[in-house]
């Protein structure tokens, strides 16, 4: 009669199976993280595509065809009084022709509330777009900076880098700023990588020397030439986001073309 021997377990066999139990644990962990963000991105992306629903936005082509006169602009028209009653702090709407990215902005008391709260007011990675604390919030500074996040589904300012990067992307040259009071257009002269400390982030008292060599150092460092001569009497906005290096941003300018 023969007796079946057991196989022993060595060391070799056990740490196989620990092994495989913490890869089993980390996929879990991993799968569970990668469900909380896209449910975050959902949600970011649902609230958004309701507040859209107070502005209606001109779909027309506003730069005209070759060898026809463009017609006068036509600015998104905006339901100040409905958003203002879902977040007090709007101060206005930026839209950038020929792209999907249409949002209210806001100014908080500092820059990090609305880094991580959206419009509502929930917290969320998508945050909100909002200009800084210190600018003043009716667009009259010579350098209105605008902040938004990089997200990875492309919303927010998720699309900057991939229109304004090169000559070939480029979906068009303007960016709508509706406020309750005016809406002004502004046309892109620059947009480029910079640090995220540098000087492209410096305000101004006013149209001085210091701010017209500024200007030709921001032309200059473009990745695109927009061919768009900027003076120091004009007013810009700059619109900053991150680039997924710390160091970096990336940021698209544009001077005031014109009230509508």
């Known amino acids: 009669m023969s007796k079946t021997k057991k196989k022993r377990k060595t060391a070799g066999d056990i740490l196989r199976y620990i092994i495989l139990i913490i890869a089993a644990c980390v996929f879990v962990f991993s799968a569970v993280q990668l469900g909380g963000i896209f449910l975050e991105y959902q949600k970011g992306t649902q609230e958004y595509d309701r507040i859209r629903e ?39 709407w930026i839209q950038i022709e020929g792209t999907e990215i249409s949002y209210p902005v806001v100014q908080g008391t500092d820059n990090d509330y609305y880094l991580h709260h959206t419009f509502e007011g929930n917290y969320n990675s998508a945050g909100s777009i909002f200009i800084e604390y210190t600018n003043s919030s009716d667009f009259q500074d010579c350098n209105t900076i605008i902040y938004g996040h990089n997200m990875r589904n492309g919303s927010m300012f998720g699309l900057l880098r991939k229109y304004f990067q090169s000559q070939e992307s480029l979906p068009g040259h303007y960016v709508w700023i509706c406020t309750p009071d005016k809406n002004y257009r502004y046309e892109i002269f620059s947009s480029h990588v910079v640090d995220a400390a540098g000087e492209v982030y410096t305000l101004f008292s006013g149209p001085d020397q210091q701010f017209e060599q500024y200007l030709a150092n921001m032309k200059a460092q473009s990745l695109v030439d927009f061919g768009v001569e900027v003076t120091k ?21 544009a001077k005031r073309e014109g009230e509508y």
Do not use: H
Request: aromatic share 4%; proline share 7%.
């Open 233 to 253: 009497e004009d007013k810009i906005i700059t619109l900053s986001t991150c680039t997924g290096n710390d160091a970096t941003r990336f940021v698209v300018q």
């Open 54 to 92: 107070y502005v209606q936005e001109d779909t027309s082509d506003q730069e005209g065809t070759e060898g026809e006169q463009a017609e006068q602009p036509v600015p998104p028209t905006v339901d100040w009084e409905s958003l203002k009653g879902i977040n007090p702090d709007i101060i206005a």
